[in-house]
């Protein structure tokens, strides 16, 4: 019989519907079933060695072993590892709301082939600290790697890869050397490796935050780093080209109990290989000391990119803020051509720092520095050499932030602001520039950019700053925080600011850093990488369950013309 058009496009549904659920994987580690992965009950009790391309495999709570991803590729569809949520834990009947509690890998995750999101799927916005809130977490033991992105020397080598919501490191309080080695390790030895996104993680208690060898393309953001006991934040080495670092937080990183007496920088690119080192966006990133950094010393600057036989190009460090830093150098370095520093803010640094920037341009810098040990020393001593050097620098007279002891930069309203404000004080660099801070906040909505990593904002509808961690110099917690849009007050442990619900159409409960993504764009279909320009954590895409009719059709349309969007999820 010839089925009716709107039966037969029924039908053409069910199979979809269908066909995606045969994707759909299940880990538990205590499941004692079938162990074939078809349901909670039959779920794998690790994550199989082989892995079947375009599935998701949602997992449990539980303690896991490390696991390596060498999964043959299948043109660029994706492999989704997913922590298993009360709301997204795919359409098996069996779930147990006991399942929805953190994952624990004892070793690291290693990846030889290209192609895998390893999505965490939750974290506490309101403290990025909060190590158990995050769905994934990895210690891989002393010594170790969290992640290792393997080279063409351990064939195929690995690209197209995506870590988000993953807490990594060493147990809160370790220190060197008994704490892992490297948080991220991307190498590419042989080849270049390129296309990784780290989003929304924790990276902390280890030797290198993030190491890149060989590395080209990639976006690090809304991360917190640190503490760490090595010579880097972010070590790139070999070349390493093509990187956005945006809105993350850089807090005590390069302690004196590690093996080196500091930090050759936050950031340093250079040297040690062939280059080239360029095209690196660095904006909207904190990076701070919370002891005012008595044990930290930045030896060669805060972000140094380049040097004489290796010049970089392309680098725009616009728009952070740069606090409690110590040692020999708080300075902006970038040795080449083409290279731009402006709308940034050194504030409060010990008085042995010199205070500097060179690039080819460094514009509408703003500096403060009053010693705490000594506060009759003259504001703004060394920021005088630097605006010797750069006429456009503000030397300020007073706290610009709504909280610095609390690690809330946000700007203060610029008519309590003793003397010069940062306020309207920035330079607009015009188009081809993220415009949008971590707020959401649209810099120079009102003609003017402001200084600083956030765009100042006033009134009730401005969003609260997230929790930071440990408060600067005493560590000790902040009040709680205001309430956010449509959500209650968060913890203010740490830094004296909470985080409702997200603001805006599609906000999860307890959201509250908006993202506004690569472009402010709306976000894809199905793409849980939250890169919308409402600001909020998209639903997860969960494949196969209750109510996505006839959506599934069109977003597997839709997939075709954004395969090869670096920064999309699959779905």
Known sequence: ?????????????QLLVAAASAQTFYVRAAASGAHDGTSWTNAYAALPDSMQRGATYYVAAGTYGGHTFADEESGDQWIVVRKATLTDHGPASDWQDAYGGQALFTDGLSFSR???????????????????????????????YAIYIQSENNPPGADFLKIQYVDMGGEAGTAYPEVPGTGVYFFGLGSTRHDLTVRRCNVHNVGIPFHLINADTGVIEHNHVGPSWSKEAIRGMGSASHWIVRNNRFVDNGFYAGPTTGLTAEIAVWGNGDGPFDDWQIYGNVFWNTDNGQSIAHNNGIIMGGDTSIPSAGWNVYNNVFSGIAGHMASVLITGTNNAVFNNIWFDVASDTVIGCEATSCDNNWCFKVNPDDPNLPYG?????????????????????VDSANADYRLKDPAVVTGPSPVNAGKNPGAGYDAVDAYGNSRGADGTWDIGAYEYCAGTSCAPVPDAGPGKDSGAGGSAGAAGSGGSAGAGAGAGAGAGAGAGAGGAAGGGLLDAGVDGSAPVAGDSSDDGGCGCRQAPDTGAQAGMGVLLAGALLLRRRRSTRMLGSPL
């Open 114 to 144: 290209d192609y895998y999101d390893i999505d965490g799927a939750t974290r506490n916005e309101a403290d990025w600290t909060d190590t158990a809130s995050y769905g994934f977490r990895i210690n891989p033991g002393v010594n170790g």
């Open 1 to 13: 019989m010839r089925l009716l058009p709107s039966l037969a496009a029924f039908a053409a549904v």
């Open 381 to 401: 001593a060394n920021c005088d050499l630097m605006k010797t050097d750069h006429p456009t620098t503000v030397v300020g007279t007073s706290d610009p932030f």
